[in-house]
């Protein structure tokens, strides 16, 4: 059956929003966007608070509207209320017997979801987000008209699988296992496409979905892939990153042998409403209060969710998340390890607060790197 939609509580009237700027590495000024509201920044002193069971009380950015385009046809035989009638019935996830570690773990984002949104100022949809912040949202969340379904797709988490799985769906491929080189705008439709009341109704009526990860394993995994094996981040970000942070850089690097601390010192430095996508936080990307996903999804348990999202929104048998290829290799814990502990601890300290949210709202550890853990 489809889950429990994540919905915030409501906030009380005449509250008035928190927020205060980080002690440490702050996100740049709050600022209203196109004369939005004046966002929320997170703050590290609320760290602390303990929501309901282990969730953590947050303070999130306010904030997004993007220029839109034409509502599709509703997928033949599959529209109006008869066909309505006959999904499943919310009502909570069916969560495997025996997995207590994945269920603890649903129920923490469930209850920090719903409080960290519940809280005064928060947003409570797309049209309460400075345009800005909307635009990027509405442009990460793609659309499955035939199967009633919006997936907001995160780089570095699955995302060109799930592309892929979207367009056999929609018959533009054969099956998921063809050998083409992914593209990641044509044949797939976005929300930023439409027109607003086409994407209320989609917000209002199809299942939502994202898929989260370990977001300090996200940034070592969009390190090592954009700095060491693609020229066009190389020449783009990583030449600045050398400039900017190596001593005697000259003025043409090739940006090809960026360390991992000067990607961190890159990321303390940039506005996280402003960064590329691949290191962008989840909350950024995808604004997890002021939509209200029904099921989010870990990349550590990647294939049991991802095929339990396909049978949740009624895709063919056929239709099955691709495995893993064979050559790939994923960055490890023990990666993650020896990267973080390898990494001065007060660069860690300025970078964590810009992904605080992730850590929180998914229920992510911090990392430990204690002088006796990195010595283990």
């Known amino acids: ?177 063809v050998r083409l080189k992914m593209d990641h705008r044509n044949d797939l439709v976005f929300l930023a496409d439409l027109r607003p009341e086409e994407i209320r109704y989609r917000l209002q009526h199809y299942f939502k979905f994202l898929f989260v990860r370990n977001p300090l394993e996200r940034l070592l995994s969009a390190y090592r892939n954009k700095f060491g094996e693609i020229r066009e981040y190389q020449q783009r970000y990583g030449a600045e990153i050398v400039r900017r942070y ?44 002021a939509v209200h996903y029904d099921f989010v999804g870990s990349y550590e348990r990647l294939e049991a969710d991802a095929n339990q999202v396909l049978e949740w929104v009624r895709a063919p048998p056929h239709v099955r998340f691709p495995a893993r290829q064979a050559w790939y290799r994923p960055a490890s814990p023990e990666s993650l390890h020896y990267h973080l502990c390898s990494a001065p601890r007060a660069l860690l300290q300025d970078v964590l607060p810009k992904y605080i949210l992730d850590f929180s709202l998914f229920a992510y550890p911090l990392p430990n790197v204690t002088r006796e853990a990195c010595h283990q």
């Not at 529209?79 to 909570?92: N, Q, T």
């Not at 090809?256 to 506005?271: G, I």
């Open 246 to 289: 190596r001593a005697g850089a000259g003025p043409s690097p090739a940006g090809d042998d960026v360390t991992f601390p000067e990607f961190l010192r890159y990321l303390v430095d940039e506005d996280p409403e402003r960064m590329n996508e691949h290191w962008m936080p989840v909350y950024h990307l995808c604004q997890p209060c």
């Open 1 to 177: 059956m489809f889950p429990r939609p994540l919905t915030p509580l409501a906030a009380p009237n005449g509250a008035e929003p928190l927020g205060r700027a980080l002690r440490r590495a702050p996100l740049g000024r709050a600022r209203a966007g196109m004369g939005g509201p004046p966002l929320l920044l997170p703050s590290m002193l609320m760290f602390a608070v303990i929501v309901a069971s282990s969730g953590l009380l947050l303070m999130i950015e306010r904030g997004i509207l993007a220029e839109m385009k034409p509502l599709p046809l509703h997928p033949p035989n599959r529209e109006g209320a008869a066909w309505r009638r006959a999904l499943p019935r919310p009502g909570g996830l069916s969560l495997e017997a025996g997995d207590p570690d994945l269920q603890v773990r649903q129920d923490v984002r469930n209850r920090t979801l719903r409080a960290v949104c519940g809280q005064p100022g928060m947003p409570r949809d797309p049209w309460d987000l400075p345009v800005g912040q909307r635009r990027t949202l509405l442009r990460h969340i793609l659309v499955s008209d035939r199967y009633r379904f919006l997936y907001c797709y995160v780089p570095k988490v699955a995302c060109s699988n799930w592309k892929r799985v979207l367009k056999v769906l929609a018959g533009v491929l054969d099956n998921v296992d």
